[in-house]
């Protein structure tokens, strides 16, 4: 049984249009982020790095939720304060990603599975404790010849929902997200069909292990062409696509959609975004919202470069998408909110 609280929290976070800040980069992936920039690859700089952006002034405005790494959770302020109390003291619900990496599909060559369900009550337990509330799995499905198999979303969608039905169980709200790669040159129309099979196959799995819809979000790519496709359609067609898709695959018990940027350039995953409720507000049973990462940070990460003395302009950065990507979620966007100084 789900409680009502988990029910509240789910809503709380696509309510007044806010989104949440995906900040739960591995380790791993965090470096590679760094090294790009030349940013030192350091515990401390990383830890430095999200102390910058948990401290942003007026983040609260447009982001409900946080989501954090292992590291991340454990971490303070450089005064000691933790970064959760940070959070919340901002009004921003604090979660964490708690699946363990995709890795490589024993039989399926170029496709994989994620790990992490083992231990993970006793996880759940402790991040609970720590101050959490929400968390997240990452499935990642490959497009290429031949691939995504029938296998691999069949592993995928029954990990995802073996998370969720835990998750639940620990009280904390699952944010499934089995995310369909934009790498490689496809086209929208593969996009679609693929993500279709495995959206339904994702619901199909809730369904069998229990999993209360009410209580939990949804993170989605949203239907576009590959990042090497020569051919990228208009915010017209993404948004037509993306949504009459999701009106047939996600039940309306589902509080809230939350999209992943999956590579997107900041300023099209905000049009993207705004564009579908600008066109479709009137018809949606859920809340349409972001759950961004890259199409958060990318820009404050470039102004920062491991320099403090851009922190202010790096917030200032970070802020403003945030209040871009709210206002997409109200269909409320333009371009013109990126001509600032
Ligand atoms: P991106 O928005 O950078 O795709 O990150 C979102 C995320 O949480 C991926 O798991």
């Not at 009004?91 to 890795?103: E, H, S, T, Y």
């Not at 399926?108 to 799995?137: C, I, N, Q, S």
């Not at 073996?162 to 086209?187: F, K, N």
């Amino acid at each position: 049984m789900i409680t009502e609280q988990l029910i509240n929290t789910a809503r709380i976070l696509v309510a007044n249009h806010k989104g949440l800040l995906a900040m739960d980069e591995s380790v791993g992936t965090c470096n590679k982020r760094f090294a790009a920039l030349s940013i030192p690859q350091t515990v401390e700089m990383r830890r430095s790095y999200r102390e910058m952006i948990v401290t942003t002034p007026g983040l609260g405005e447009s982001i409900s939720g946080a989501i954090l790494f292992d590291e991340t959770i454990r971490q303070q302020k450089s005064d000691g304060t933790p970064f959760i109390k940070v959070l919340s003291d901002a009004g921003i619900i604090p979660g964490i990603k708690v699946d363990m990496g995709a890795k490589p599909l024993a039989g399926f060559p170029g496709e994989k599975v994620t790990e992490g369900l083992d231990g993970l009550r006793a996880r759940f337990a402790e991040y609970r404790a720590m101050g959490a509330r929400f968390a997240k799995w990452r499935a990642v499905i490959a497009i290429d010849n031949g691939i995504p198999s029938r296998g691999c979303i069949e592993a995928n969608a029954h990990a995802l929902a073996r998370y969720a039905a835990l998750c639940q169980e620990a009280g904390l709200v699952p944010i499934v997200e089995p995310e369909v790669l934009m790498d490689g040159a496809h086209s929208l129309q593969q996009c679609l069909a693929v993500t279709k099979e495995v959206l339904h196959t994702v619901f199909e799995q809730l369904y069998k292990q229990h999993v209360s819809l009410e209580g939990m979000l949804l993170k989605p790519n949203m239907i576009l062409s590959g990042l090497a496709a020569k051919f990228q359609d208009p915010e017209k067609i993404v948004a037509e696509n993306t949504v009459n898709f999701l009106l047939g695959a996600v039940p309306a018990t589902v509080p809230g959609i939350a999209f992943l940027s999956g590579g997107q350039s900041t300023e099209l995953a905000s049009a993207r975004l705004n564009q579908m409720n600008k066109q479709y507000k009137a018809v949606l049973p859920w809340a349409l919202t972001f759950s961004f990462g890259r199409a958060l940070q990318q820009p404050a990460l470039e102004i920062w470069r491991g320099d403090n003395s851009n922190i202010l302009a790096a917030q200032e950065a970070l802020y403003h998408r945030a209040k871009c990507n709210r206002a997409a979620s109200m269909g409320k966007y333009n371009n013109t909110m990126e001509n600032i100084v």
